[in-house]
């Protein structure tokens, strides 16, 4: 499940793209920034119907691949757009919960790869944060900010979509392997 591990970096990465923004926006914020702000983060709530809607072997890969499609045009769009960073950590909450709903369904051993995938999934994020000495990369603008995000949305791809060809994603139930892990 190295797609889980890919899929934590690039989610936190989307997350803390978010706050700075909200701090800078917090001052002039709206009715309709904070529903935008809220429903970013009440986004897992969509994981069982697009589970239902696109079937459980392409869900998760799918969720997978808007998320890097998102995190890529973070780090190309400069100023980051406020409504890019909370639909970035919409799709990462919806692709984690996707993820993890796969997990979720073989049993307690599951639950135990799921924590050591998060967690070499922090250790990774960690590493290439210090590599840029802390500041977070969809900030960067040099060529190793953006060799470092095409290298991950690569990895983070083909980790996805090997796991449809691998069948590693749950196929058999109704999506509540969804809601169990949610």
């Known amino acids: 499940m190295i ?3 890919m899929v934590v970096v690039l989610a936190l990465q989307s ?3 978010l706050f700075p923004l909200l701090f800078a926006f917090g001052e002039d914020a709206d009715y309709y920034l904070a529903a935008g702000i809220g429903a970013s983060f009440a986004a897992p709530i969509l994981a069982w119907p ?8 392409l869900a998760a890969p799918m969720a997978v691949s808007a998320l890097v499609v998102l995190r890529l045009l973070l780090q190309f769009l400069h100023p980051i757009p406020l409504w890019l960073a909370i639909l970035g950590t919409a799709t990462g909450l919806v692709a984690l919960v996707l993820l993890a709903a796969g997990l979720g369904r073989s049993g307690p051993a599951g639950g135990r790869r799921f924590v ?3 967690v070499l999934g922090l250790a990774l994020d960690t590493a290439i944060r210090g590599s ?3 500041w977070d990369v969809p900030w960067q603008e040099g060529a190793a900010a953006v060799a470092v995000t095409v290298l ?3 990895a983070t791809l083909g980790a996805a979509w090997t796991m449809l060809l691998r069948d590693e994603v749950g196929v058999a139930g109704s999506g509540g392997g969804v809601w169990a892990t949610a």
């Open 50 to 57: 697009i589970h239902r809607l696109l079937r459980p072997r």
């Open 132 to 134: 840029f000495l802390m």
């Open 3 to 5: 797609a889980l591990a």
């Open 116 to 118: 050591q995938v998060v």
């Open 152 to 154: 991950l949305a690569v």
């Open 15 to 17: 997350f803390r793209t």
